[in-house]
């Protein structure tokens, strides 16, 4: 069996899970990014290399 040379994953959101995001009051969907970045900040230094490079395309 060849492998592809695609690596990575991928992920699928339905039409409504989307528009239910849309529906979400500006306010939370900042305070979700801020608490992501936190929890980013948080991260040993070569993590956060790997999920930049992944960020890359590298």
Do not use: A, H
């Not at 900042?30 to 395309?57: H, T």
Request: aromatic fraction near 14%; proline fraction near 2%; avoid cysteine.
């Amino acid at each position: 069996m060849k492998k592809s040379k695609i690596q990575g994953f991928d992920y699928y959101l339905s039409k409504e899970t989307l528009e239910g995001y849309k529906v979400k009051p500006i306010e939370l969907r900042l305070k979700w990014l801020y608490m992501g970045n936190l929890l980013r900040m948080s991260y040993k230094k070569d993590i956060v290399k790997i999920q930049d490079k992944f960020r890359e395309l590298k």
